[in-house]
Nanobody, 115 residues
Framework: QVQLVESGGGLVQAGGSLRLSCAAS????????MGWYRQTPGKQREMVAT???????SYADSVKGRFTISRDKDKNTVNLQMNSLKPEDTALYFC?????????WGKGTQVTVSS
């Protein structure tokens, strides 16, 4: 069974940094890709950053240059370094892994950026 557990969220002032981590119960290399997504109340979940099994990364335009997705093979985690945070980055952040036609989700970690 695939389980993903996010951690690292919290409250930070605008301009600050946070590092999110996603621990997986299966190898992070067992899927086609892994990614971070976020959602605010009343809005659709949106892609923040993804990384393919080959290491190719993609970012939402709103976070390019500020966020970095990475993998830690030894810890079997996928991380999201978030710098220069803005109040509009406030959201529930989810980790996901794509395995075949299925996407598995974690339960999320809350990020709140105060102005």
């Amino acid at each position: 069974q695939v389980q993903l557990v996010e951690s690292g969220g919290g409250l930070v002032q605008a301009g600050g940094s946070l590092r999110l981590s996603c621990a997986a119960s299966v190898s992070i290399f067992s899927g086609n890709a892994m990614g971070w997504y976020r959602q605010t109340p009343g809005k659709q979940r949106e892609m923040v950053a993804t990384i393919t099994i080959g290491g190719f990364t993609s970012y939402a335009d709103s976070v390019k240059g500020r966020f970095t997705i990475s993998r830690d093979k030894d810890k079997n985690t996928v991380n999201l370094q978030m710098n220069s945070l803005k109040p509009e980055d406030t959201a529930l952040y989810f980790c996901a892994i794509d395995r075949g036609a299925l996407r598995y989700w974690g339960k999320g970690t809350q990020v709140t950026v105060s102005s």
